[in-house]
């Protein structure tokens, strides 16, 4: 299964909520950091300290000798035991032009043994990240709540429907909205997106900065408000896997 991650405009949390569902989810899962303006995860969760061969850039490469399935073991990396395994994404602005999206994003939305979850970045439409949302099980359109956030939201919403060929109300294409009531309700910019909403992300700061600054988890993390509706999320978005079971 291959769910994706993309942000209206700015960053609302694409990041963040994608390594806390992962954290969550209900069988082996990696995220991939794929956001075209460069990724911060090297920088956020990893403060800093990340091996050379585990991004995205070295993944590309080995697609020059091989399938992606057969190079994923030496390209993850998992910074700590709470943590998902994860592959970093670019350093710089303009590099994921050079990447075959076409061939990379089948072969990880049929991987075995396994699921992806991917931070897309912000949404544009004209970027090859396009390729993976294609064949996407599952496209999130994570938007914060203040007017900005919204009116941006609702503006990209249709765009992601006619590149996914998806109509008003299909489960494929769902909204994530983070600190739902600032000011505007989760239902509220649903319903002006005309998109599912699959769920909220609390304001949990300090459960955040594990997964975007890399602090170190409390002994309360696991029970943490952000980490309890990643595992709800977790839950609803794996029910759009025919495979899923809740036993």
């Known amino acids: 299964m291959l769910i994706a991650l993309v942000s209206a405009k700015g960053s609302p949390g694409v990041t963040t909520s994608a390594l806390a569902i992962a954290s969550q989810w209900h ?24 091996p050379s061969r585990a991004g995205l850039a070295e993944l590309v490469v080995d697609l020059r000798t091989g399938p992606v399935e057969q190079s994923l073991h030496r390209r993850v990396h998992r910074p700590a035991e709470h943590c998902p395994p994860v592959i970093a994404g670019f350093g710089c602005v303009g590099q994921a032009s050079s990447v075959p999206w076409s061939r990379l994003a089948p072969e990880l939305a049929r991987l075995n043994g396994g699921d ?23 496209v999130l359109l994570v938007t914060g709540s203040t007017l900005r956030a919204a009116r941006s939201a609702s503006r990209v919403a249709p765009l992601l429907r006619e590149e996914l060929d998806a109509g008003v109300g299909d489960p494929r294409v769902s909204l994530l909205v983070v600190r739902a009531g600032d000011p505007y309700s989760a239902k509220e910019i649903a319903d002006g997106c005309a998109l599912p909403l ?13 997964w975007s600054d890399g602090a170190r988890p409390t002994r309360s993390f696991p029970r943490s408000a952000l980490q309890r509706e990643a595992r709800r999320l977790a839950s609803l978005a794996a029910r759009l896997d025919p495979t899923w079971s809740a036993a």
């Open 198 to 210: 699959l769920g909220t992300v609390p304001n949990d700061p300090r459960a955040a900065e594990v």
């Open 27 to 50: 069988r082996a899962a990696l995220v991939l950091d794929a956001d075209p303006f460069g990724g911060d995860i090297r920088a956020g969760l990893g403060a800093g300290e990340w």
């Open 116 to 138: 992806v979850i991917v931070d897309c970045g912000r949404f544009v439409a004209v970027d090859g990240v396009v390729e993976l949302l294609r064949v996407a099980d599952l």
